[in-house]
């Protein structure tokens, strides 16, 4: 166990309290609230006929993102992304449509594209691996919806991707961390994986101290443990809503 207690009495592998509200926004085509802890995402996706300019006449289909933080989402205001997107925003926006690209057949999907909007209303560490996991179900129910008018075959989605953080602090290896571990660990890294425990990506950084492979191959089978359990929530989930 780690020395400090962790947020919500939990073990060093122990993912935090997640839970997700289907349906949360009327008007998307698929949205769902997600709560990770004390990170809260609003992840809406949108589908639009046709396709980006450089994809016309390739007959796929596409999926992106767009991810904000909102001003009081921390503790301190922030000032809103209006002129210019920020470089860590563009990099988590490319991170969110490459994961869940994964989680469809694009060739199936046609030459329509669906737009996946992840706002954070409250964060409290790993906003991007937050978004990820419900964006991807945000996702499942836009896809059902366009299955029901006959537009694709429901296996145009593939399967479930997921994402969670894994941290080395004062030597311990810790699962999902929150703010105050993000801000503090040795070594911080996100897993990005699909339900086959296929990895889509992977992103590592000592952040205080070098790490071995030992320790490397640690993280790993602590991401795929906590990934597992993701993901069984997504399939219930899936199962309930369609």
């Not at 949360?24 to 004390?38: M, Q």
């Not at 919806?145 to 969670?164: D, H, M, N």
Request: hydrophobic share 40%; glycine share 10%.
């Amino acid at each position: 166990m780690s020395s400090t207690p962790r947020s919500f009495g939990r073990g060093n592998a122990d993912i935090r309290p997640l839970s997700f509200e289907v349906g949360f926004t009327r008007y998307a085509e698929g949205s769902v609230l997600i709560r990770a802890g004390n990170t809260h995402v609003l992840c809406t996706a949108t589908i639009e006929e046709g396709v980006p300019s450089w994809l016309k006449g390739k007959g796929q289909g596409w999926i992106t993102s767009e991810y904000a933080m909102l001003p009081r989402s921390t503790h301190t205001r922030s000032r809103r992304d209006r002129e210019k997107v920020s470089g860590r925003t563009q990099e988590i926006q490319r991170l969110i449509g490459r994961a869940l690209r994964n989680s469809v057949d694009l060739k199936a999907l046609g030459e329509r594209q669906i737009i996946l909007d992840c706002d954070v209303l409250q964060a409290d560490g790993g906003t991007r691996t937050t978004s990820i996991t419900g964006a991807c179900l945000a996702l499942r129910i836009a896809i059902g919806r366009l299955a029901k008018e006959g537009k694709v075959p429901l296996s145009a989605f593939t399967g479930t991707v997921a994402a969670i953080s894994i941290g080395i602090k004062d030597g311990n290896i810790l699962a999902d961390l929150d703010y105050e571990e993000d801000s503090s660990c040795d070594v911080d890294m996100n897993f990005v994986m699909t339900e086959k425990e296929a990895f889509v990506e992977i992103q590592g950084t000592a952040e205080h101290a070098a790490f071995t492979r030992e320790q490397m191959s640690g993280m790993t089978d602590a991401a795929v443990v906590a990934m597992k359990k993701i993901h069984a929530i997504q399939a219930d989930l899936i199962a309930k809503h369609g």
